[in-house]
């Protein structure tokens, strides 16, 4: 583990300003027969005072977090299938309208978004370093790469298959601390005039909602608008467009060209804009998140125990990648809530990390209903609370604490 106290990216002082202290890996689920030891990191925040870039204090070493059997699934909502499907096919409909053109996406996981440029019969490459979910992608008949993308992967893959019009990544960049080579490699990879895509959870709905949740160890870059347009001149690049975006909770879609190839769309400017009314960069904001975050942990924790005191059962559903720093945080244990849901066949069967609650199919969900469900995958409300409406007709409540705690 490697300490940093000046930016990752332009070397400038950092800030701290919230400390989760030590928390295990968001993804490491717990194996009750053979329980190892987990691996804990001290967990902080802090802000660049120059560039303004909002970055974990301490990264974690990359093989620790993404393994071969590493669990999360892109393709397990159907929500975020339409969202790929749609986003390949604006591609397929601009940068790769061309028959020969030639996308590369790292994070590419199961091959969630690269499926639809497979089926259109373009080039394509996914990087992807974890090996269980590059197989899922192989098995569709996706071109995936075992590997981390950085400027070796990228030399390499331009040596083999010439440069590339589109590199995309889907909460995937924000997870690489190391974005000095990623930079490089993007240089060596994109077209002259190319362009570099990735979306990712934006800092100003994080901070509008208090989703502190979408803080742990994979994530370690907290983007807006202003700390990517800086981040980006620092490497060459330019940012020509960003698109919010509902999904995760709300992301910004960041699109960067070489720097003076493309005209800035007016968007970059709005958002500029909306940021400083909003002092997104500014301290005081940032600590009165700090507060709210606090806040949203009594509250939570209260319910729970009142439910647990009054007798209610209560069961978590979807074993996030987030709901470890909220249950870890928040104290929140099998004695609260005491089985997690989720469809996602390598999180079943296992203990959550940290806190290690048991986590089940959906269908141990039914088996009763519990009086309260708290929704980790907040982010997939509509998905899931359709999915299990005869909950609900049942006499049962979601719990929900994004973007305040409410019952519904
Ligand atoms: N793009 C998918 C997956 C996001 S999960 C989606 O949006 O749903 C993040 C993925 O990034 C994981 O599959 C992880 O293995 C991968 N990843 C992490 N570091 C990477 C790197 N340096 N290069 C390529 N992929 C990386
Ligand atoms: P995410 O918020 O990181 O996308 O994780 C969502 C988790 O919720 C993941 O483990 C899968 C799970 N899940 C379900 O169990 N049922 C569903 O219908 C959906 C959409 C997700
Ligand atoms: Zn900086």
Redo the contacts with the bound molecule.
Sequence with gaps: MSDTLDCRICGGTLHEFFDFGRQPLADAFVDPNHPAQEYFHRLAVAQCGSCTMVQLLEDVP?EH??RTD?P?L?SGSSA?QDH?RATAGHFLDHELRDLDSFVV?????DG??LDTVARAGRRHLG????AG?AEAAAAKGIRVRN????ES?AAEIVATEGRANVIY????FS??S?VDS?FRGVDILLDEDGIFVF?DPYMGDIVERTSFDQIYD?HFYFFTVRSVQNMAAFYGFELVDVEHLPVHGGEIRYTLARSGSRTPSPEVARFLDREKILGLAERPTLESFATNIDLLREGLRSLLVRCRDEGRSVVGYGATAKSATLTNYCGIGPELVSFIADNTPAKQGTLSPGSHIPVRSPEAFADPYPDYALLFAWNHAEEIMRKEAEFKRRGGRWILYVPELHIV
């Design positions: 990359r977090m993404f590493y999360y892109s975020m790929f996406e790292f994070g590419s996981n969630i978004m990087v992807e370093p974890c979910v590997a981390f993308f950085e992967t990544a889907a909460n995937t997870h690489i190391y990623v979306e994979e």
